[in-house]
């Protein structure tokens, strides 16, 4: 089926949607995108995307060219004639195509930043089997640039590391700089041990992940003790329990680390609970 997609106000079928090849994000890796999930055609946490979306655009001097009511209203017609159920949808904003390659930023008066936005069908995805059965991770170097709070579209060395775990017969990696753990590839990363939860603290160094925070919530709401603080890769394999979380994975369990078991090498009991908890009121919540 031909999906519809949404490109600078209008929605084509998406063989004849077209972005300039002298745009910015294609030329210059000069855009911030968002994903957002949809569950029960439905979308989850859409309020915190939104904020993060005017975070990134804010930290690189990029007009927002949309109001709150406009995405609202640009999503939910995405889930609807696309009829999606269960899936995602990928928003991106450029500074734009200004006709011609130069390093310096475009008159944003002359140069109206570039939307596009698409949906991703994804049926199982909550009720996911690899959600059972846990994803193993490697460790490989963070070598990214010193902004990762800003969601942008620069997402090579993500993607290599995302190969080099395959490679390795494992599904993802864990990001490590001066011998801690950032993030994932594409994803926030967490450990348990002795019944508390641990995660890194907000800094420039990784993605302000959405449903980290929500995650947060959820378990200072079960009364959970959280520490925000860096990890080393020899704690995450020494702890009872390890998981990601992100807008796709939701809380997906870590059960390997660098070929060594986490805990029982089974998803633990925590992070299935905190996954519950979350889709749970994430339905709820959902807009
Ligand atoms: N990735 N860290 C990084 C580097 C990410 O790319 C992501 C999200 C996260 C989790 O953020 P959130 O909970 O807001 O999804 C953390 C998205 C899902 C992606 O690139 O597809």
Redesign the pocket.
């Known amino acids: 089926m031909t999906r519809t997609v949404y490109v600078n106000g209008d929605y084509l079928p998406e063989d004849e949607a077209k972005v300039s090849i002298f745009d910015r994000g294609f030329l210059m890796a000069d855009a911030v995108y968002e994903?957002t999930s949809v569950l029960g055609g439905k979308l989850i946490d859409f309020p915190g995307?939104l904020a993060?979306l005017q975070r990134s655009l804010d930290a690189l001097d990029i007009r927002n060219p949309l109001s709150e009511d406009d995405w609202l209203a640009i999503h939910r017609a995405l889930v609807e004639k696309n009829a999606i159920d269960e899936g995602m949808i990928y928003l991106q904003v450029s500074r734009g195509s200004p006709g011609d390659r130069d390093f310096s930023f475009p008159d944003p008066e002359t140069c109206a930043p570039t939307v596009v936005l698409f949906t991703q069908s994804k049926p199982g995805l909550a009720d996911s089997p690899q959600a059972k059965t846990g994803i193993r991770v490697i460790s490989i170097e963070d070598i990214r640039w010193g902004r990762?709070d800003i969601?942008t579209v620069q997402?090579l060395y993500?993607s290599m590391g995302k190969m080099m775990a395959k490679k390795a017969g494992c599904d993802d990696a864990w990001l490590v700089e001066d011998g801690a753990v950032t993030?994932?590839?594409?994803?926030?990363a967490w450990i348990i041990k002795g019944g508390k939860i641990i995660t890194r603290q907000l800094s420039n160094d990784?993605?302000h992940?959405?449903?980290?925070a929500s995650v947060l919530r959820c378990a200072a709401e079960a009364q959970m003790e959280v520490e925000e603080r860096p990890f080393t890769i020899a704690e995450a394999q020494e702890a009872d329990e390890a998981f990601i979380?992100?807008?796709?994975a939701f809380v997906m369990p870590v059960v390997e680390v660098d070929g060594v078991a986490v805990g029982s090498g089974k998803p633990g009991p925590v992070a299935m609970r905190l996954r519950e908890i979350y889709l749970e009121e994430k339905r709820k919540a959902a807009i």
């Open positions: 994903v995307h993060r990762r969601k997402l993500p993030e994932g590839t594409s994803n926030n990784i993605l992940g959405i449903t980290r979380t992100s807008a796709s």
